[in-house]
């Protein structure tokens, strides 16, 4: 960069030789502002300083029909009902709500593998079919689907 912060002549500018800003002036990284990502949820943000329980009722409120759907949890489509990021979202999730790691206590009970790659020692008073069935309920996209359920029902 030449003096005064211009570029010299010839010379290539990269994008992070400047920081963008949105039009009300808010700094976004680069990589924001390339894919056109120039500011977040406010109803993300809200729920990132709520108490987890508070954001929890919150999230399957705006979300638990889209948890609902055939197959695992959809973030894209959670990401565009937020406005947000699909990153965004899995870390309200995974972070703040702490839903990936909710089954870890029973994982380890199973002897399975938990979120951060530990493995428990199996309960030896699990019969072969109660293991079965708790395997399938340590899942985290299952127990989304369990919360959601429960929330659109009342339970």
């Known amino acids: 960069m030449g003096a005064g912060g211009g570029h010299r002549k ?11 800003t949105t039009s ?7 990589a924001a502002a390339y894919f056109g990502v120039t500011e977040s949820s406010d109803v993300l943000h809200s729920m990132m300083a709520m108490p ?3 954001a929890m009722v919150q999230f399957f409120e705006l979300l638990s029909d889209i948890v609902l759907r055939p197959g695992d949890f959809d973030f894209e489509a959670a990401s565009e009902r937020m406005q947000c990021e699909g990153g965004e979202i899995y870390y309200l999730v995974a972070g703040h709500l702490g839903l990936m790691s909710m089954p870890d206590p029973l994982l380890q009970a199973l002897g399975m593998p938990d979120s951060t790659g530990e493995t428990g020692s199996a309960a030896s008073n699990i019969d072969k079919a109660s293991k079965g069935q708790l395997e399938r309920l340590a899942d985290p996209m299952r127990m989304m689907k369990l ?5 659109q029902t009342g339970s």
């Open 24 to 30: 009300s002036g808010i700094e976004v990284d680069d």
């Open 10 to 20: 010839g010379e290539r500018r990269r994008m992070s030789d400047e920081i963008p």
């Open 52 to 54: 987890r329980e508070q």
């Open 147 to 151: 919360f959601a359920v429960a929330h």
